[in-house]
């Protein structure tokens, strides 16, 4: 018997867990069914713009080779100026990061962090990658509570009210998945003063920062955070939709005395796993210095604009659901209302709706929400399929409510 790591007991993914197995055994079985579960934008159509494609392409013999630890030279100037423009303070390329996509540099920059028995703030509900990795360092995640009821931003007293002698980072995600939330800058401001105060360092995922509707504004975590020691996570899967290039970097900002020694850790570590796929790492520079191809996805009419829209659309005629509106990402977070359903489980829901009505959704307790009455959906499957996935949702849950 070859025993896993006991770490892994308390470790969950479940948006590529129990439920998407089930549902390609029924697809194998012959069986159609409309996946609302991955934020894997190729996988629906979306087309990763072609000038990265092609920059790609010319560069394969320049690809053959390791490169440097930290990602190509031009790769981390650009993201450097990017981040420079949008006025995050002391960013240098020797404080650039790129990997094999955010989720490498994720854990990578807890492991760089973290001593056993350190504390994480992590949002409840989270991207449970987050979760997972600050179990996998050792660390232990405290959640702040990103509730409904408030549009799903936290409450930046009771990320305060959580502190204590062993929290090490508060993380954010904004935009946010799996919720849409879009922070405003006052509360990122009382949350960098709080990061100030207790000498933590600030970690925000911003893989969708150009994913907004109707007008919501991003507000770069690292523009606010001034001499706040501050890592930004951001990448080619999402606004560039290209996942399967496995692009990410995350950009260190803040007092460069301050993070020095922690520079040299994620440098170390960097260099452990030698260096992220150089090939990939040429679709920095177009998809960053060109004009941004995101808007005319997420503008009225577009493809993102519209599948939003009949999601709105779906829960606003719900007998069953409520939703605070999504700002921004590819997600929305409808509830199932507890006056009428009462005795709801998401987990059994999302089981039901899958093998009764062939639609694959993520329950909400997969985000580390305890008790979640919450589904995950997202925005991908094309707008006039999310009218059908309301129909057979509806049908559920009213056989549900009958007990
Ligand atoms: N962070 C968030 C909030 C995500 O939603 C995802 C993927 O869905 C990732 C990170 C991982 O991104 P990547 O493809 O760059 O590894």
Redesign the pocket.
């Known amino acids: 018997m070859i025993r896993p790591s006991a770490h892994l007991a308390e470790v969950r993914y479940e948006i590529r867990g129990a439920l998407t197995r089930r549902s390609r055994e029924l697809e194998a079985a012959g069986l159609p069914i409309i996946k609302l579960n991955i934020?894997n934008p190729g996988r629906y159509g979306f087309e990763t713009p072609p000038h990265l494609r092609d920059a790609i392409a010319a560069h394969l013999r320049d690809s053959e080779a390791y490169g440097h630890e930290q990602g190509l030279e031009e790769a981390r100037e650009t993201i450097a100026a990017q981040q420079r423009a949008r006025g995050a303070r002391g960013v240098e390329v020797e404080r650039i990061f790129v990997g094999n996509?955010?989720?490498?540099l994720?854990d990578l920059s807890l492991r760089a962090l973290l001593q056993p028995g350190d504390e994480v703030l992590l949002p409840s509900p989270d991207?449970p990658?987050w979760s997972a990795a600050t179990i996998l360092n050792d660390g232990q995640p405290r959640y702040y509570r990103c509730l409904a009821e408030n549009g799903h931003l936290p409450d930046p007293d009771e990320i305060e009210a959580l502190v204590t002698a062993r929290t090490r980072a508060i993380v954010l995600?904004n935009p946010n998945?799996p919720t849409g939330a879009v922070y405003p800058r006052e509360l990122l401001e009382r949350i960098v003063r709080i990061a100030e105060r207790h000498h933590l360092l600030l970690l925000t995922?911003e893989?969708?920062d150009e994913i907004l509707y109707d007008g919501a504004q991003f507000v770069p975590l690292a523009t606010v955070a001034g001499d706040v020691p501050c890592v930004s996570?951001g990448?080619l899967?999402?606004v560039h939709r290209a996942?399967g290039y496995?692009?990410?970097w995350m950009s260190l900002s803040g007092d460069p005395v301050r993070t020095h020694d922690y520079r040299d850790a994620l440098q170390l570590l960097a260099a452990l796993r030698l260096c992220a796929n150089v090939t990939a790492q040429w679709a920095v520079r177009p998809a960053l210095e060109s004009k941004p191809t995101i808007g005319a996805l997420t503008s009225p009419g577009g493809r993102l604009h519209e599948a939003r829209r009949m999601i709105l659309e779906g829960v606003a005629n719900s007998e069953f659901l409520d939703l605070a509106t999504p700002g921004g990402a590819l997600y929305a977070f409808p509830r199932v209302r507890a006056d009428r359903v009462p005795r709801f489980d998401d987990n059994a829901f999302a089981l039901r709706l899958l093998e009764e009505e062939s639609v694959l959704v993520v329950p909400g307790s997969s985000f580390n929400v305890p008790d979640s009455r919450h589904l995950r959906l997202t925005l991908l499957p094309p707008p006039e399929q999310l009218r059908e996935v309301f129909v057979r949702i509806e049908r559920v849950l009213a056989r549900m409510a009958e007990g």
């Open positions: 934020g996509g955010v989720s490498e994720i991207y990658l995600i998945n995922d893989i969708y996570f990448g899967s999402k996942c496995r692009v990410g």
